[in-house]
């Protein structure tokens, strides 16, 4: 026999409640705990990927700085050329070092790394419980 909800006494229905309730926040838990750790893989192989190509990039920098520095030496006159070539080119690099950094870290917000997919489906529970609720 079927028992009708209507039938069921107040008591039992907010035990429904409470024991629903308590499932879906552990399946949200679930859902933000699998969201995070999917997250965190893919920053580890990007953070990898960035460290080895920052170290090939670098010595390759310092390279082509050092040819530069000498090509500002021949211009500059052969008093102040071993001193002022660095000088400028060192200058220079840490302008374009800094701008960089200051654009890379303003994309580095907590927003980027906020489980979304959790927080919207958070966000319909909740519309759907306060439906639910009226």
């Known amino acids: 026999m079927m028992i009708d909800k209507s039938d069921k ?5 907010l035990s429904d409640l409470t024991r629903d309730m308590v499932d879906l926040v552990r399946q949200e838990i679930a859902l933000a705990r699998a ?11 990007a953070l990898t990927s960035v460290a080895i190509g920052a170290a090939i990039l670098l010595a ?5 700085l050092l ?16 001193w ?13 070092g800094y701008v960089m950094l200051k ?21 319909r529970d909740k519309i759907v419980a306060q439906e639910k609720m009226q």
Do not use: H, R, W, Y
Not at 9 to 13: D, F, I, Q, R, V
Not at 104 to 122: F, I, Q, R, W
């Open 103 to 123: 654009g890379g870290s303003s994309k580095l917000t907590a927003e980027n790394l906020m489980p979304n997919k959790t927080m919207d489906s958070l966000k």
């Open 9 to 13: 006494s107040l008591a039992a229905l």
């Open 67 to 82: 040819a530069v520095v000498k090509g500002v030496e021949m211009i500059l006159p052969p008093s102040v050329a071993p």
């Open 84 to 96: 002022l070539a660095p000088l400028i080119v060192g200058a220079v690099v840490v302008v374009i």
């Open 35 to 45: 969201e995070m750790s999917t997250k965190i893989g893919s920053a580890q192989a």
């Open 60 to 64: 390759g920098l310092f390279i082509i």
